[in-house]
């Protein structure tokens, strides 16, 4: 299970890559492999301000269908939209071309809240 040590995690199972004032966000290599084979990803807040927490869009697997959560308040400035015709990216490069969204950082304390690498890996038990 690949969990690098330079990304942020949530205990949603999603990971932040924090770049100044943007967060790029996606699920983890460890998520991926629980939900299986994706088939859609589904994001229809761009351009919204939200709240850490909030449900932001949705992955579909062969069997489920799994909430996305916000992992930092702010403006979803971006969506990986080769996500709609290539969804698989996301089981084969969960922390690269699968990344699913780009947020405008609206309240910086809140990395302090995200989980480190060991932190991550005692949740998943790795």
């Given at each position: 299970m690949n969990?690098?040590?330079?990304?942020?995690?949530?205990?949603?199972?999603?990971?932040?890559?924090?770049?100044?004032?943007?967060?790029?966000?996606?699920?983890?290599?460890?998520?991926?492999?629980?939900?299986?084979?994706?088939?859609?990803?589904?994001?229809?807040?761009?351009?919204?301000?939200?709240?850490?927490?909030?449900?932001?869009?949705?992955?579909?697997?062969?069997?489920?269908?799994?909430?996305?959560?916000?992992p930092l308040?702010?403006?979803?400035?971006?969506?990986?939209?080769?996500?709609?015709?290539?969804?698989?990216?996301?089981?084969?490069?969960?922390?690269?071309?699968?990344?699913?969204?780009?947020?405008?950082?609206?309240?910086?304390?809140?990395?302090?809240?995200?989980?480190?690498?060991?932190?991550?890996?005692?949740?998943?038990?790795?």
């Amino acid at each position: 299970m690949n969990i690098p040590s330079n990304l942020k995690y949530t205990k949603d199972h999603e990971w932040v890559a924090i770049d100044g004032d943007t967060a790029t966000v996606g699920i983890t290599d460890f998520a991926q492999g629980e939900l299986g084979d994706i088939v859609y990803v589904e994001v229809e807040t761009l351009d919204e301000t939200m709240d850490a927490d909030e449900v932001f869009g949705s992955v579909e697997a062969v069997k489920t269908v799994s909430d996305l959560f916000l992992p930092l308040s702010g403006e979803i400035i971006a969506f990986n939209d080769s996500l709609e015709s290539d969804p698989e990216k996301v089981n084969n490069d969960p922390y690269g071309e699968g990344w699913m969204i780009k947020i405008k950082i609206s309240n910086p304390d809140e990395i302090e809240n995200l989980l480190d690498e060991t932190g991550y890996k005692e949740l998943v038990g790795a």
